[in-house]
């Protein structure tokens, strides 16, 4: 990887101007003995490939409406056509940005051949799966169109072509490693990182930010309404190549280098595009599962901060979600509360922080003296107790205060200052249910603990909690109270999941002791809280809400395989832990501990700072 | 100003005006071993001391007693005339500052961010002043950003702040942590083998650096095995040997004496060879050697 470090200061200009001596691909055609000739060819077949592919979602796939989304009309490609569609449009504009065409350049900054193979990779995934699930749904492949076998041929067509493009850098010296076939496909595989951008006008920088912000909510929306199933699954198989290769070809290194520029209009643009989701549903159940992901979401990024900056492994946090939201159901004039108390909602949410806040200081006073493991184990019992307790408070082993097993049934919708969240309101002419009234009310809680995060990562504290996860010994040794602090991580978490609880209790209507499990098959749970922490990558605000996101979907999206849920997840979390040890989205700390790149860590933009990392000083006014 | 005690009975002058610590009778059990046994030392304002000592003599525990990492079994630690807590973070706060044996720097934290948690203790923004972010806040921030930059400039470290503290080469890891003790304000610096795998122009640089230091009107004691640099640097040494403290006095009076030079190269065994034994050796290998015989060594 030491060839990496010559490409840090070149652009990516430069970088075309000074080719290695073009060697052949992973799989090289044998018609091209010439090099150039082979890359001409390739890139031919590449082209060739994704225009079939395009031609062929034209056509219909199959002949019959049973498979799910209509893939029967000819010019006019629904469902599983559409992702094959997307997927040859961007293989088409990265063949003709690596091909240098003016004007598309931008779109590959740093890797060129290896971000198509990727795509092309992602074409054929999706493509092949769907022709798989049609033969498998309808029974054999007699029931295939002339559309789908052109899409079969296509994608093909395209992958090998792409094959037989050099890799994006120079071959490594010889004797290195074995010549073997997987060897060169890995080696075709690797990308140089992106060079420095020309500096672009503000306006035009921030426009692109809202535009990827747009791209986002639209990415996400098609998933949440993707049927269930075969179209879902083609969702899952052409992101997990996509956003790869996407990667490969530079562009999200040069989006966070725009984002660290332009936090506070990130941050807009982002709440933005979340506040517009529900006018994009219409259907109630996927603005259900929306406010489930948001809630899931914002407590995962509660947990990041125990976690993820103060580095207290914590089993036990969804406790204190269960916490706040119990409190909001005793005092929130339930039919079945032992209290019968009736506050609104404002009072109900700060009585549940705070109740969440004594939990947090009275479980983490006695834990936290803990270390490591023993503090781990200790969390897991706490958050047990929790469950077994309200479970048992019930008037038979002891005062009903829970109602037990059972519960707190029928907590009353919200209404705020006559607002109903219960009942549906015309907005700007779009209709808005009762779980799109409450996806914007959590979306301001989430405001709310983004802000938190941010702040207090980017100050004394948050320098000290990374201190104390950093090296204990030496950040006593510098004067922090570890102790003091670790406990102020642990209570300010618990607060945040407690009012998220809150919120929770309301959506859900009712508060059963089930729900707050260590490990369950569906979220939110202990386990799925911290998993969706490390999945999207610790001590990152992005990180553990895309995490978060994909483990809500990822299940109630898979029914039909719900048996075997917890062991894919096992399988994915093992193969991202190998692959991705710092999650999906890398905090640029923990890129550089998992990552021996050999390079210095030396700043591309002095103006931004090490990208992903506050620029001290700089603080948003 | 240099006094000479030898082990334990000298009582600690106790009435010294510019003592900054006095470590009176410290003693250190692990179970049955005793690392420490009985040791007093003081260091007055202003001085350089120096703590050397063979390996395992118990000079990290030392360090470790006064800066509250070890409760000490007896004794007592006093900073400017008060006993200091036995936590190691109100020790920083009282004003003792220490780098580690082997380095302990925030290495996933940046150059900046490291000497700002060293800044911890002289800082008091809380959790809500930082989650409002009112005018005082960004007012101490940018407070401490300063301070913290003129220490990088202090140690020469300026051009790296950005930088991880695990990617700066490890000389410059050294002077960051000591940076970062330095931020802390301290009234007296504990540092602990500062130029252990250094180069000699490096360590030429950590003494003008210590040197520096003291000029600062920051008391310094050092634990070091480059005698050299020992020597050259501090006002007074203090030989610690199996957790005694065998002697302290100038670095003349140390550097003479017998028992020093016994303990770091072991004292004559019984039957060893004489001067006429050495004097008969020399001849035979001056004869071996023939024609090289006419120019002899000198102070082999």
Known sequence: MTTQGSHVTTTGKAATTKPHTPTAGPAPLPLGADPHTARRLGRGLTGAGAVLAFAGTMLPWTWTAEFPGDLTLALYPAGLQLLTLAASVLTAALLLASAGVRGLRWLTPGGKHSALLLMTLANLGVTWYTAGAIAVELGGIVNFEPGMWIGLAGTLVALVGALALPADLPPEPDGTRADGAWHRLRHALKAPPPGRSAPLPGWAEILLICAACALGLYVFAYGIEAEDGPPFIGFLVLAAFAFPALGKAGLPRRLSVLAARHRTATLGAAFVAALLFPLTQSNEAYTNIAVSVLIFATVALGLNMVVGLAGILDLGYVAFLGVGAYTAALVSGAETSSLGLHVPFWAAVLIGAAVALVFGLVIGFPSLRLHGDYLAIVTLGFGEIFRISVQNLDGDSGPNVTNGPNGIPNIPDLEILGFNFGEEHAFLGFELGRFANYYLLMLLFTAIVVTVFRRSDNSRIGRAWIAIREDETAARAMGVNAFRLKLMAFALGATLAGMAGTVLAHVEFSVTPESYKFVHTAPPNSAFLLIAVILGGMGTVSGPLIGAALLYLIPAKLQFMADYQLLLFGIALILLMRFRPEGLIADRRKQLEFHETGQLDVPLDPAAGTPGLPRLGKTEA | ?300
Do not use: W
């Open chain 2, 1 to 300: 100003m240099t006094t000479t005690t030898t082990t334990g009975r000298a009582p600690a002058p106790r009435d010294t005006g510019g003592a900054v610590l006095e470590a009176s009778g410290v003693t250190m059990r692990f179970g049955g071993l005793t690392a420490v046994r009985d040791v007093d030392l003081t260091v007055r304002a202003g001085e350089i001391v120096g703590l050397i000592g063979p390996n395992g003599a118990g000079k990290t525990t030392f360090f470790n007693c006064l800066t509250g990492l070890y409760i000490p079994t007896e004794g007592t630690v006093r900073y400017r005339g008060t006993v200091l807590p036995h936590r190691s973070h109100l020790v920083t706060q009282a004003g003792i500052a220490r780098t580690f044996q082997n380095i302990r720097l925030f290495a996933n934290m940046t150059v900046l961010e490291n000497v700002l948690v060293g800044r911890h203790t002289r800082t008091s923004e809380g959790l809500f002043s930082a989650l409002l972010r009112g005018p005082r806040f960004r007012k101490a921030e940018r407070d401490s950003e300063d301070r913290a930059m003129e220490l990088l400039d202090f140690t020469g470290l300026t051009d790296k702040r950005d930088h991880l503290a695990r990617n700066l080469p490890y000389g410059e890891q050294r002077k960051l942590e000591i940076a970062r003790a330095l931020a802390s304000e301290p009234g007296l610096l504990l540092l602990d083998e500062p130029t252990a795998g250094m180069t000699a122009v490096e360590t030429t640089a950590t003494r003008e650096l210590v040197l520096a230091i003291r000029e600062q009107g920051t008391a310094v004691l050092v634990i070091e095995h480059d005698m050299r640099f020992i020597f050259n640097l501090c006002d007074r040494v203090a030989v610690l040997v199996q957790g005694q403290k065998l002697i302290e006095g100038s670095p003349e009076t140390v550097q003479m004496d017998d028992r020093v030079i016994a303990a770091y190269l072991g004292t004559p065994f019984e039957g060893e060879p004489g001067e006429a034994e050495a004097a008969e050796v020399r001849a035979a290998e001056a004869h071996s050697t023939g024609t090289d015989a006419d120019q002899p060594e000198e102070g082999n």
